[in-house]
């Protein structure tokens, strides 16, 4: 017993100094796709799903989640355009 209670402080720790995260989500132009279905143009981009709420648009969405300790907090999001 104490040695999964000593395994989980160790795995919390490790969360805590190295919680950051840095990263890049990059969405190419031949990942885009259109379509037509009866009257809707449709989007599609590989590797996404599709937003499920009845009544809103189907747009292509990626869902993220990441783990912030209770003492940090998000600094700053940037979304860049690039064409």
């Excluded at 990059?26 to 709420?53: A, M, P």
Aim: glycine share 4%.
């Amino acid at each position: 017993m104490k040695k999964n209670i000593i395994l989980v402080l160790l795995f919390f720790c490790y969360y805590q100094l190295f919680a950051n995260y840095t990263g890049n989500i990059t969405i190419y132009q031949n990942n885009l796709k259109y379509s037509k279905i009866d009257i809707y143009d449709l989007i599609s981009i590989t590797g996404y799903e599709y937003i499920t709420t009845p009544g809103a648009p189907k747009l292509p969405a990626k869902y993220l989640q990441f783990i912030i300790p209770n003492d940090k907090r998000v600094a700053q999001i940037i979304i860049n355009r690039y064409y």
